[in-house]
């Protein structure tokens, strides 16, 4: 057996004529062919299958060309290189592998890493439960969904496929586990440049920024270094319901700054004071009498709330949508989110609240019945309901008018309404007065009739009928409902020679109209007739006696 020593390998040849034991191929066979060795061998021929290496034997070694991706061989193998591989396979032919090399380059390139806490640039792969795979120097790591961005990540899509810079956060190099972040790359930054940020920033100060993240309850804005927050409040004036409805992630917009706090680095934003207040010229823009539209924004028991524009709301009171049954028909008809006409009735800047009405878009019904009924007109109703103090009746435009207790009759007082008429009666009433102002009809019943103590005045001769006797006089009944009293002292004789139901004449002395009281007397009758004997007396033949007269009178 001759040797021949060379720098990079040891070329064993035999000579026929020598023996060789197997104990001496098999001690040189373990030199070359351990497996997992790492050798340096050089590059002697290309074909389908792989790549042929010397390896000192007699036989080549293989890099075979399946452990790569077809089209991404690397571009350091070719025929007369020389390439450090690793022994994977000793069988007949021994397999070489270059990929092998490769990546145990890389997993300690990013064991450096971690130990050194270096940025490495990666490429978001895919999506998988919990995070994403990233390539990152070739290799696969995986990145936690917490650990991908500052803010909670939304929708995972949005990352797939871009290149970030990355930290290594765990490193398992013997189980081939490798942890990503971004997130701590990115605290790391902000809070590097908030700290200079917070030094140039000042309250008052208008600044541009960018959308950075939207939440519930406001919007992240970042300002060149540094992030303050825009509430759902500092939008506009007007209530935002969805803050997705004016703003979006990565737009454009111009800010002031509210409030900045030194010690916890917290910066309050406002897009609504770069506009003017929507009440500052609300007076202008909605003024008494304007009919224009707007959507119900909210139902309350009272009513309903009107968005005029954004920020400015009226107030549609239950009682100011229809001029009859208002309450029960705002109910019925009127819904949140519907799109209705009103009137402006009233605009009170100061507390920033505006009346609307629906009603007085229209005609009022009680300037329809101001024209149309005349005080002592004669008109049919229906009694729509009755209260202690009085009746309401409903007439044909459907307004009602009240008639009082004290407008029921002309002869009694009434103390139940509901023993004189019931809910439904047809009715016949009199207008007394129609005030459009206060939207009252007054209404009566009496007048329906004329006042029978109308007709009864001071000094007329009228009879009646003894109804009821007392101490101290006696009542007639002049007709049904209508009586007049009698005192003591205006009999002609003793009170006790009356009989009840007995028929006599009487004159009238007071009529009391307000309080419908009559009195009469007796006494006054009969000396005004002795009056008219005795002038009769002097008119007539001196033969005849006054005496005569007055015994045949």
Do not use: C
Not at 89 to 99: A, C, D, E, F, V
Not at 167 to 179: A, L, Q, S, T, Y
Not at 283 to 296: A, D, H, M, N, S
Not at 486 to 503: A, C, V
């Amino acid at each position: 057996m001759l040797e021949n020593n060379s720098s990079d390998k040891t070329i064993t040849s035999f000579d026929d004529n020598e023996s060789v034991s197997m104990a001496d191929l098999l001690k040189e066979y373990e030199t070359v062919v351990n497996l997992d060795k790492e050798l340096n061998v050089t590059i002697i021929e290309e074909n389908s299958d792989g790549f042929m290496v010397d390896i000192g034997m007699k036989s080549e070694g293989m890099i075979p060309k399946s452990e790569f991706e077809e089209g991404n061989i690397p571009k350091e193998l070719k025929v007369g290189a020389t390439v450090k591989v690793k022994l994977v396979n000793n069988q007949r032919r021994p397999i070489l592998s270059y990929r092998a090399i490769v990546e145990e380059a890389k997993w300690n390139e990013l064991e450096e890493a971690f130990k050194q806490s270096k940025h490495l640039e990666g490429k978001v792969l895919k999506v998988t439960k919990g995070g994403f795979f990233v390539d990152v120097t070739g290799v696969r790591a995986f990145l936690p969904a917490s650990q991908a961005d500052i803010y909670f990540v939304k929708d995972t899509n949005n990352y797939v496929g871009q290149t970030y810079e990355f930290v290594i956060i765990e490193f398992d190099k013997h189980k081939r586990n490798v942890v990503l972040s971004r997130r701590k790359l990115l605290q790391e930054a902000k809070d590097l440049a908030r700290v200079d940020a917070l030094n140039k920033i000042e309250e008052g100060q208008i600044i541009d920024g960018t959308v950075s993240n939207i939440t519930k309850f406001g919007a992240f804005v970042n300002l060149v270094g540094i992030e303050g927050l825009l509430h759902i409040g500092e939008l506009a004036w007007y209530k935002v319901r969805r803050i997705e409805d004016l703003l979006r992630i990565g737009q454009q917009i111009r800010v002031q700054v509210l409030k900045v706090d030194k010690t916890s680095g917290k910066i309050s934003l406002s897009m609504k004071s770069l506009t003017p207040h929507p009440w500052d010229s609300a007076g202008e823009r909605f003024p008494i009498g304007l009919v224009t539209k707007g959507i119900v924004v909210s139902v309350v028991d009272y009513g309903v709330f009107v968005e005029l524009e954004p920020g400015i709301e009226g107030l549609l009171h239950s009682s100011e949508y229809a001029w009859n049954n208002s309450e029960m028909l705002l109910k019925k008809e009127v819904k949140k989110g519907q799109e209705i006409e009103v009137k402006i009735i009233n605009v009170d800047r100061e507390n920033k609240k505006i009346a609307v009405s629906v009603k007085q878009i229209h005609e009022s019904p009680w300037d329809l019945a101001f024209r149309h009924y005349i005080p002592g007109a004669k008109v049919k109703g229906i009694v729509a309901n009755i209260m202690p103090f009085g009746a309401f009746v409903k007439l044909d435009e459907g307004i009602e008018g009240l008639v009082h207790i004290s407008d029921f009759s002309w002869y009694k007082t009434i103390k139940n309404p509901q023993d004189y008429v019931k809910k439904g009666d047809a009715v016949e009433v009199v207008i007394l007065e129609v005030n459009p102002k206060n939207e009252r009809i007054s209404l009566s019943l009496k007048h329906v009739t004329e006042d029978p103590y109308k007709k009864y005045k001071i000094g007329n001769v009228v009879e009646g009928k003894v109804s009821k006797l007392l101490d101290y006089g006696a009542f007639i009944e002049l007709e049904p409902e209508v009586e007049a009293f009698i005192r003591n002292n205006e009999f002609s004789s003793m009170p006790n020679l009356l009989k009840d139901g007995q028929t006599i004449e009487v004159k009238i002395i007071k009529v009391d109209l307000k309080n419908r009281k009559i009195e009469a007397s007796i006494k006054k009758l009969k000396l005004e007739r002795e009056k008219d004997l005795i002038k009769q007396y002097s008119n007539q033949n001196s033969t005849v006696t006054l005496g005569e007269t007055l015994s045949e009178e």
